[in-house]
């Protein structure tokens, strides 16, 4: 048995580490940001081209996600008729530039059908894909 005493401002250190409180996601397959906030909300932001106006219109999905065991991240947003659930993995390799970190989250529920997830179809770019984020060190 012990006794600790801290003073009024301690703060405890987290135990995560740099690569478990990433945040921010890019997605290849449709050109989308996703962004786990910290207050449990989300966005998803498409840049897509719009031939009326010749340039990008920027698009954004909301919606709240909760982390789940095993590192799963799950999504739910009020005009999808279930929630989405991605498996986060961590990938590392060395690179002639340092050691490279790769954080993914990948849907756990793939389907042929676009946007089979939301309650009024095509009402919004496909946010079920895969996202990732690089760090170097």
Not at 21 to 42: A, H
Not at 52 to 64: A, H, S
Not at 94 to 116: R, Y
């Amino acid at each position: 048995m012990g006794l600790y005493l801290f003073s009024d401002g301690y703060i405890q250190k987290s135990n995560q580490t740099e690569l478990d409180q990433i945040n921010e996601y890019g997605s290849v397959e449709y050109g989308g940001y996703l962004t786990l906030k910290t207050d449990t909300t989300f966005n998803v932001t498409f840049d897509i081209w719009d031939e009326k106006l010749e340039d990008y219109r920027v698009t954004t999905v909301l919606g709240t996600w909760k982390a789940e065991h095993e590192g799963n991240v799950t999504l739910m947003a009020s005009n999808w008729q279930t929630e989405l659930i991605f498996k986060k993995r961590q990938r590392v390799e060395s690179t002639p530039d340092g050691i490279l970190h790769t954080v993914s989250l990948e849907p756990m529920a793939k389907n042929a059908e676009s946007g089979f997830y939301l309650i009024e179809p095509a009402s919004q770019p496909d946010v079920n894909c895969s996202y990732n984020t690089y760090v170097y060190q």
